[in-house]
């Protein structure tokens, strides 16, 4: 009993780009060689006996007063499988110039006789992105990529390559970007207000979880890693743009963003656009979950694309589009897709651009479009209202390469909300939890209503938890979902202002099955611990009636 008191989009910003020095030894990986932590080389000597991968030997490396990185050697054959092998008797050089804007081109130049293939790619992940051959006729092959980096203080393929961190405030943007090339920006009026209706703070956080195992549609594949984008669960007042890199661009043209569903376990499409030139794809969401790319067919079923026009709108005027009813799929078949995208007045106010293309399974749909304002640039927006639109857009014709058709453009500069409060297909806003030193946050995706706690021992053995949910040291549990007010993704959160140094014990309990009549007896739960700005999720499951003890974190 309880006892407790009652989907493709365009994104018109410019990522910014890192650049580390790598250690003066390249990593052997599948015959090839990262010479930089994401920078892959390899070569492989065609001969009248057949083909043989070829040994890199590095012959030195430099920084020029610019910052620009410099890296030349060369590949040579295997002694042990040529009589003519030796590290001083090269097939091919190499000079790879890095720079210090993230550019990077590589210059293979064959000094043999047989033919050489060579390979290249950007974040390898067992398929080489570029390639080519040189020879007796033609000596001289380049590979050009964006974005590189690497170095003694990005440990490469460590997972602190792809994880990042950052703070925005209701009346405040933030881009966040991890060394592998994920990010995400939020733009101002993204984060909803605090509990007090004052601006609110949120921390947004990347990690890297390729554990999980998402069902794809067939015939597709995924070409990324799997980025847990936080904090997990909150609905966001306008949509956020997400960016991941990808493994393999042989088939980016068709690519597109998918994020896993934690409570119906089903993946929604959001779309996306790919970056040739940094080898990533970005698209909108108004929540997180798990995110990642995946390759899509490039037949007449792929999605369609709608153009939401804002301009003309006046300033600091944002729209946010979702279908209000979905009258009919073309292909029944396509997965479940995302549904908000947000776009701001003329130019690129705060981040957003005033013409987002709108990825969506072809079909026909009745958009709802809602509308945030404020006067001044230090105002916190404001809810105008919303309008469904009497016009249907019809979807017809697949976004994809070669042909990016757009199938309707809807111009939403001078629309005029005729209702109020928000659209029915946009989610409520979460409210912005407390932050500070440390910020500890629970979260777990059940349809079933189910009631987990929160708890946290302080080092003087003090437990923060629903009955305790304040103490003398500043800690304090701001949010709890409860069975009386139960929504399926809703967070617990304590925080602390100014962290005591010590260890800190976090516990997940079971608390209650709010419906009686309910056979659940386990249910998935995640943890992000927020360090002094840097983040780390535990995920696990939780029985019936138990307790599980989740993680202990050292505060310095």
């Given at each position: 009993?309880?006892?407790?008191?009652?989907?493709?989009?365009?994104?018109?910003?410019?990522?910014?780009?890192?650049?580390?020095?790598?250690?003066?030894?390249a990593?052997?990986?599948?015959?090839?060689?990262?010479?930089?932590?994401d920078?892959?080389?390899?070569?492989?000597?065609?001969?009248?006996?057949?083909?043989?991968?070829?040994?890199?030997?590095?012959?030195?490396?430099?920084?020029?007063p610019?910052?620009?990185?410099v890296?030349?050697?060369y590949?040579y054959?295997?002694?042990?499988?040529?009589?003519?092998?030796?590290?001083?008797?090269?097939?091919?050089?190499?000079?790879?110039?890095?720079?210090s804007?993230g550019?990077?081109?590589?210059?293979?130049?064959?000094?043999?006789?047989d033919?050489?293939?060579?390979?290249?790619a950007?974040?390898?992940?067992?398929?080489?992105?570029?390639?080519?051959?040189?020879?007796?006729?033609?000596?001289?092959?380049?590979?050009?990529?964006?974005?590189?980096?690497?170095?003694?203080?990005?440990?490469?393929?460590?997972?602190?390559?792809?994880?990042?961190?950052?703070?925005?405030?209701?009346?405040?943007?933030?881009?966040?970007?991890?060394?592998?090339?994920?990010?995400?920006?939020?733009?101002?009026?993204?984060?909803?207000?605090?509990?007090?209706?004052?601006?609110?703070?949120?921390?947004?956080?990347?990690?890297?979880?390729?554990?999980?195992?998402?069902?794809?549609?067939?015939?597709?594949?995924?070409?990324?890693?799997?980025?847990?984008?936080?904090?997990?669960?909150?609905?966001?007042?306008?949509a956020?743009?997400?960016?991941?890199?990808l493994?393999?661009?042989?088939?980016?043209?068709n690519?597109?963003?998918?994020r896993?569903?934690?409570?119906?376990?089903?993946?929604?499409?959001?779309?996306?656009?790919?970056?040739?030139?940094?080898?990533?794809?970005?698209?909108?969401?108004?929540?997180?979950?798990?995110?990642?790319?995946?390759?899509?067919?490039?037949?007449?079923?792929?999605a369609?694309?709608?153009?939401?026009?804002?301009?003309?709108?006046?300033?600091?005027?944002?729209?946010?589009?979702?279908?209000?009813e979905?009258?009919?799929?073309?292909?029944?078949?396509?997965?479940?897709?995302?549904?908000m995208?947000?776009?701001?007045?003329?130019?690129?106010?705060?981040?957003?651009?005033?013409?987002?293309?709108?990825?969506?399974?072809?079909?026909?749909?009745?958009?709802?479009?809602?509308?945030?304002?404020?006067?001044?640039?230090?105002?916190?927006?404001?809810?105008?209202?919303?309008?469904?639109?009497?016009?249907?857009?019809?979807?017809?014709?697949?976004?994809?390469?070669?042909?990016?058709?757009?199938?309707?453009t809807?111009?939403?500069?001078?629309?005029?909300?005729d209702?109020?409060?928000?659209?029915?297909?946009?989610?409520?806003p979460t409210?912005?939890?407390?932050t500070?030193?440390?910020?500890?946050?629970?979260?777990?995706?059940?349809?079933?209503?189910?009631d987990?706690?929160?708890?946290?021992t302080?080092?003087?053995?003090?437990?923060?938890?629903?009955e305790?949910?304040?103490?003398?040291?500043?800690?304090?549990?701001?949010?709890?979902?409860?069975?009386?007010?139960?929504?399926?993704?809703?967070?617990?959160?304590?925080?602390?202002?100014n962290?005591?140094?010590?260890?800190?014990?976090?516990?997940?309990?079971?608390?209650?099955?709010?419906?009686?009549?309910?056979?659940?007896?386990?249910?998935?739960y995640?943890?992000?611990?927020?360090?002094?700005g840097?983040?780390?999720?535990?995920?696990?499951?939780?029985?019936?009636?138990?307790?599980?003890?989740?993680?202990?974190?050292?505060?310095?």
């Amino acid at each position: 009993m309880n006892f407790k008191m009652a989907k493709k989009t365009v994104f018109c910003f410019m990522a910014g780009l890192f650049l580390f020095l790598m250690p003066l030894n390249a990593v052997a990986q599948d015959g090839g060689y990262s010479v930089f932590s994401d920078l892959w080389l390899k070569s492989v000597l065609r001969t009248s006996a057949g083909s043989f991968t070829l040994v890199w030997k590095e012959v030195g490396r430099d920084t020029t007063p610019t910052g620009d990185n410099v890296v030349s050697g060369y590949f040579y054959a295997d002694p042990a499988q040529f009589a003519y092998g030796s590290q001083y008797n090269p097939e091919i050089f190499v000079k790879i110039y890095v720079a210090s804007n993230g550019w990077a081109n590589i210059a293979f130049n064959h000094v043999t006789v047989d033919p050489v293939d060579v390979y290249s790619a950007h974040r390898y992940n067992g398929n080489a992105q570029k390639s080519g051959s040189v020879t007796l006729s033609s000596r001289l092959e380049e590979h050009s990529y964006t974005g590189v980096s690497g170095g003694p203080d990005d440990p490469g393929n460590s997972e602190d390559s792809f994880t990042a961190s950052g703070t925005a405030r209701t009346d405040s943007s933030v881009n966040v970007q991890t060394a592998s090339g994920a990010g995400v920006f939020v733009p101002v009026g993204a984060v909803a207000p605090g509990l007090d209706g004052n601006v609110g703070t949120t921390v947004f956080s990347i990690e890297r979880d390729n554990s999980l195992s998402p069902a794809l549609p067939e015939g597709e594949k995924r070409i990324s890693d799997i980025y847990r984008f936080g904090p997990s669960g909150f609905n966001f007042q306008q949509a956020v743009s997400v960016t991941v890199p990808l493994s393999s661009t042989e088939t980016v043209e068709n690519a597109a963003l998918y994020r896993m569903n934690e409570t119906s376990g089903e993946i929604e499409m959001i779309g996306g656009v790919f970056d040739a030139a940094a080898g990533t794809i970005t698209g909108q969401t108004a929540h997180f979950s798990p995110i990642f790319g995946a390759s899509v067919p490039a037949d007449d079923s792929a999605a369609g694309c709608i153009l939401l026009d804002n301009s003309g709108a006046s300033q600091y005027t944002w729209r946010n589009v979702c279908p209000s009813e979905i009258l009919e799929f073309y292909y029944p078949g396509a997965a479940p897709f995302e549904g908000m995208a947000s776009v701001s007045p003329d130019g690129c106010t705060s981040g957003w651009c005033n013409q987002i293309k709108y990825i969506v399974p072809q079909g026909r749909y009745r958009l709802c479009v809602e509308t945030w304002t404020k006067e001044f640039q230090s105002d916190l927006p404001r809810l105008v209202g919303h309008k469904i639109l009497p016009e249907i857009a019809d979807v017809g014709k697949p976004y994809r390469y070669p042909r990016y058709d757009i199938s309707e453009t809807v111009r939403l500069g001078n629309l005029v909300m005729d209702q109020e409060g928000p659209c029915p297909c946009s989610s409520v806003p979460t409210s912005s939890v407390g932050t500070g030193d440390l910020g500890i946050t629970l979260i777990w995706h059940s349809s079933v209503p189910v009631d987990l706690d929160l708890w946290v021992t302080e080092p003087g053995g003090n437990m923060i938890y629903y009955e305790e949910p304040i103490s003398s040291t500043g800690g304090k549990l701001d949010i709890d979902n409860q069975c009386d007010d139960y929504v399926a993704g809703r967070p617990e959160n304590i925080f602390w202002k100014n962290a005591p140094a010590g260890n800190y014990k976090v516990e997940v309990n079971w608390f209650d099955i709010c419906n009686y009549g309910s056979s659940l007896n386990s249910v998935s739960y995640e943890v992000r611990v927020v360090n002094k700005g840097k983040t780390k999720t535990f995920t696990g499951n939780i029985s019936a009636n138990a307790t599980v003890s989740v993680t202990t974190v050292d505060m310095q």
